[in-house]
C-alpha cells in the first residue's frame, strides 16, 4: 500500500483522503541532545518512522495520512547538553491550534497527535483536550508511540522495559534506520543508570529538573545492548500498535451521556 503523505499529495489528493474520513497523524517530537552516539534528529526521525510505517498498516481498513513531524518541542530540560531546540507550550498549542484547524477547514475530522518525545507527553495531553473543547467536530487523540506499545516492546528489550533517552530502544531503531549516524564504535562507556526518579518528590508527586541532575552524558540507559536486528522489532511492533488504534472505531466514537435526569430532584441541564 502505497504511503499517504500529506507533503507529497496534490491538493486534490488530500480533499478526496478528506471525503474518505481519513485519519490524519500529526507527528510531533524534538530536535535534542541524545549523548555522544546518536544525532540530535532521534525523536523526530522514530516518530515519522513510526508513523510512516502505522499508516501504512491501516490505510486499507481506516484510510490515513501524514503529516510532516514538528520537529521540535519541549526540551527544556536537555538544553545543558547542547544542539537542542526547545519550543515553549505556548507556542507548540499554538501551532497545533493552526495545523488542526486547518485539516478541520479541508474536511477531515480525525486527528491523531503521534508523540515520540518523553517532554512532549503531558503536552500532548492538554493539546488533546483544549483542541477537543475549541473544535468540537474534530477528535483530537493524543498518543505517545512507546507508551501505546508499551506491551508489545517491552519482551524485546534486555536492559529497559521501555524506551528510554539515548538507550537501548532509541540507538537499536536508529541503527537499523540511519545507521551512517550511529557512532557505535565505544557504547558500552556511555552506559548510565537510566534513572526516571530524578523527576520525583516525595511518593508521588512532581519536581522539575533538568537531566543534568541525572546523567553526565545525556543518556539514560545501555546502548551497548542496542542492534539493529532489535531496531527493526520495535518499530514493527510499535507500528503495530498506532496501527490498531487507529482501526479501532472506540478511538473515534462520540462520547456517551450517561447522566440520568437529575439528582435530588434538580436536573443537571437548568
Ligand atoms: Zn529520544
Known amino acids: ?25 500529526a507527528p510531533v517530537a524534538a530536535m535534542e541532545q541524545h549523548g555522544p552516539h546518536l544525532p540530535v534528529q532521534v525523536d523526530s526521525r522514530l516518530a515519522t518512522e513510526v508513523s510512516h510505517r502505522a499508516a501504512r498498516k491501516s490505510h486499507s481498513e481506516q484510510p490515513t495520512v501524514v503529516l510532516p513531524v514538528v520537529w521540535a518541542g519541549l526540551s527544556e530540560h536537555h538544553m545543558p547538553f547542547g544542539g537542542t ?134 543518556v539514560l540507559g545501555d546502548p551497548s545492548t542496542a542492534s539493529a536486528d532489535k531496531g527493526e522489532q520495535l518499530l514493527e511492533a510499535a507500528s503495530d500498535a498506532i496501527s490498531e488504534l487507529i482501526r479501532d472505531p472506540d478511538t473515534w466514537s462520540a462520547a456517551p451521556d450517561i447522566r440520568s435526569d437529575h439528582t435530588g430532584g434538580v436536573p443537571f441541564v437548568l
Not at 1 to 25: C, G, T, Y
Not at 94 to 114: A, E, M, T, Y
Not at 147 to 166: F, I
Open 85 to 218: 531546540i526547545t519550543l515553549d507550550y505556548d507556542t507548540l498549542l499554538s501551532l497545533f491550534r493552526c495545523i488542526v484547524n486547518s485539516v478541520q477547514r479541508h474536511g477531515f475530522n480525525k486527528v491523531l497527535i503521534l508523540n515520540g518525545h518523553g517532554g512532549n507527553i503531558d503536552a500532548c495531553k492538554m493539546m488533546a483536550q483544549q483542541l477537543s473543547l475549541e473544535t468540537t467536530d474534530v477528535t483530537v487523540v493524543a498518543a505517545t508511540y512507546w507508551l501505546e506499545a508499551q506491551s508489545r516492546l517491552e519482551p524485546l528489550l534486555e536492559d529497559q522495559s521501555n524506551v528510554l533517552h539515548a538507550g537501548e530502544a532509541e540507538t537499536s531503531m536508529m541503527m537499523r534506520l540511519t545507521p551512517e549516524l550511529v557512532d557505535d564504535s565505544d557504547l558500552a562507556s556511555h552506559r548510565t543508570a537510566g534513572d526516571l526518579s530524578f523527576l520525583l518528590a516525595g511518593q508521588a508527586s512532581f519536581r522539575w529538573r533538568d537531566l543534568a541532575s541525572v546523567t553526565p552524558n545525556g
Open 1 to 25: 500500500m502505497a504511503l499517504m503523505e500529506w507533503a507529497n499529495l496534490k491538493a486534490h489528493e488530500l480533499r478526496a483522503l478528506a471525503a474518505d474520513d481519513a485519519v490524519v497523524i
